[in-house]
């Protein structure tokens, strides 16, 4: 069964750049699909963007341009999402989430602020 373990949130200011990672460990054939989901408070948790193990990709129309989703060169089913231009909206939980099962990981706190 695979886990997955965000990391790289923090604090931005509006206008910065955060690079989270989300790391599967256990047993894993071939690549993962792996999406980025954010939970504000107060909120429902929506989609933010997916990698399917074909390595096409999806964004949510709010981060189109602004976030990227990419695997590792290395290590394959470690996923990467950079977030640049962060603004007000984005300040979330953000959680990863093995596409088409039940595991997410325990999510990261993003922050932005002046």
């Known amino acids: 069964q695979v886990q997955l373990a965000e990391s790289g949130g923090g604090l931005a200011q509006p206008g910065g750049s955060l690079r989270l990672s989300c790391a599967p460990s256990?047993?894993?054939?071939?690549?993962?699909?792996i999406g980025w989901y954010r939970q504000a408070a107060g909120k429902q948790r929506e989609v933010v963007a997916r990698i399917f193990p074909d390595d096409n990709i999806k964004y949510a129309d709010s981060v189109q341009g602004r976030f990227t989703i990419s695997r590792d060169n290395a290590a394959q089913n470690l996923v990467y999402l950079k977030m640049n231009n962060l603004k007000p909206e984005d300040p979330a939980v953000y959680y990863c989430?093995?596409?088409?099962?039940?595991?997410w990981g325990q999510g990261t706190q993003v922050t932005v602020s002046s």
């Open positions: 989430h093995h596409l088409g099962t039940l595991t």
């Open positions: 256990g047993t894993m054939f071939g690549r993962l699909g």
